[in-house]
């Protein structure tokens, strides 16, 4: 009987990884179907357009510390060269409460990548207060890329009274295609 118990056992615990199994396989394969079918669109410009990557990537979250950090960049994450790009910065600390802009000593610096350790940022946008999708005082830059390129978009705060949370510092890698 206990043998039987035991086999019961694996068999449930074989059919959950089977389960876990197709699921990541679904996972996988399925945005590489979509990618397929999804026709490649251009712009008026003859740039290739996404279907499948301007939805599914609005907003992208890392931590440092205890401060999460929600990332956008307008236009869908898709800046254009010489086109003032809004690009905002959710902060976040454990339990969800929201670290405004006149809470945090932030900074934004921008970098050209591939990058060295001894880089110096190519720019430093002005951060300001910006109310945006029902958050008030989100911090804020309107960032302008010289160039077609990758490029480091790096946020580091540290608290305002009455404020309280480890110093951060997060950096996002951002792909600018396009002129403007």
């Known amino acids: 009987m206990a043998k039987m118990k035991f086999l019961f056992l694996q068999f449930k615990d074989y059919r959950f990884l089977t389960v876990a199994t197709l699921l990541g396989l679904m996972l996988s394969i399925v945005p590489v179907f979509l990618a397929g079918v999804f026709p490649a669109i251009r712009d008026n410009n003859n740039q290739l357009l996404s279907l ?3 939805p599914l990537f609005a907003h992208t979250v890392k931590v440092s510390h205890d401060v999460a950090v929600t990332f956008h960049i307008e236009p869908n994450h898709n800046p254009r060269v010489g086109i003032p790009a809004l690009t905002w910065f959710l902060l976040t600390r454990q339990g969800g409460i929201t670290i405004p802009y006149r809470q945090c000593n ?3 610096e921008v970098y050209s990548l591939p990058r060295t ?3 110096q940022p190519i720019l430093r946008p002005r951060l300001y207060g910006l109310n945006v999708e029902g958050y008030g005082g989100v ?3 309107r960032i302008i890329f010289p160039r077609v390129g990758r490029y480091d978009i790096v946020i580091s705060g540290s608290a305002r009274p009455p404020s309280t949370f480890q ?3 997060i950096s ?3 792909l600018v295609t396009g002129r403007g």
Do not use: L
Request: with cysteine; proline share 11%.
């Open 106 to 108: 932030c900074n934004v």
């Open 52 to 54: 499948w990557r301007s």
């Open 139 to 141: 911090p804020a830059a």
């Open 172 to 174: 996002y890698p951002v």
């Open 167 to 169: 110093n951060f510092s």
């Open 117 to 119: 350790t001894s880089a």
